[in-house]
């Protein structure tokens, strides 16, 4: 069964420094989306991209954050400088169209850990 | 805005024993509902949704949950619980219209007991 895949799945960092989170969305999905879950809390709503640009963002996704899809199949989330309160796990999802109701499929996620 | 709560962080039952995860939401309009259920060191996997059909949707694993617009509820149940079960189970909301984002309840950590 088509799955989305994340690399890496845990990121260590220092505090001020770039991270690029990537992932693989299902081969024939259109529309794909970053959330996040700071340990301990509820999985929040980063953004979501569709034909090539942003459909909806969060109030989280400020100008440290950038999503690109650089190929035909990776789609990457991009922290600028890292602080300290981005250290979550950031899972990616996509769902085959956007149609109402369409269910999104989540990947297993990547742990970042800022130092 | 549209709103989840799981009522209970932490819920035990013996096995064999019913399965019942509350959630409320809070929405406008009748929204689309969502339980998923990530088990550990995992993603997070569909277990089933509620997209305005019938108001009992069954789905996987032996779970199902009633919409019910009296009550903005939508609880999972499964009448007998397993020991596979145990992981951790998120309500989510999104609105009606075009795939939109999805609004997380806190979870639920199920554990089942021997």
């Known amino acids: 069964e088509p799955e989305v895949t994340q690399t890496p799945s845990h990121q260590v960092t220092q505090m001020g420094q770039e991270v690029i989170l990537r992932c693989v969305p299902i081969?024939?999905?259109?529309?794909f989306y970053w959330y996040r879950q700071i340990l301990g809390q509820k999985v929040e709503f980063l953004v979501s991209?569709?034909?090539?640009?942003?459909?909806?963002k969060s109030e989280i996704f400020d100008d440290q954050f950038s999503v690109e899809r650089p190929d035909g199949s990776n789609f990457t989330l991009k922290i600028r400088s890292t602080k300290l309160e981005d250290s979550a796990m950031y899972f990616c999802?996509?769902?085959?169209?956007?149609?109402?109701?369409?269910?999104?499929?989540f990947g297993p996620g990547t742990r970042l850990t800022v130092l | 805005a549209q709103s989840v709560t799981q009522l209970g962080s932490h819920v035990s039952v013996s096995e064999g024993a019913l399965v019942l995860l509350r959630c409320n939401y809070s929405?406008?309009?009748?929204?689309?509902l969502f339980w998923y259920v990530q088990y550990p060191n995992q993603g997070l996997q569909l277990l089933l949704k509620?997209?305005?059909?019938?108001?009992l949707v069954k789905g996987i694993n032996g779970f199902e949950a009633e919409f019910k617009k009296s009550e903005t509820s939508f609880h999972l149940t499964k009448p007998s619980a397993h020991m596979s079960d145990a992981a951790e189970y998120f309500c989510?909301?999104?609105?009606?219209?075009?795939?939109?984002?999805?609004?997380f309840g806190s979870g639920t950590q199920l554990t089942v007991l021997p």
């Open positions: 991209f569709y034909n090539n640009e942003i459909s909806e």
């Open positions: 989510a909301v999104s609105p009606p219209g075009s795939a939109r984002q999805l609004t």
């Open positions: 081969s024939n999905h259109l529309y």
């Open positions: 999802a996509s769902t085959e169209d956007r149609l109402a109701g369409d269910t999104q499929y």
């Open positions: 509620y997209t305005s059909a019938a108001t």
């Open positions: 929405s406008s309009v009748p929204p689309y």
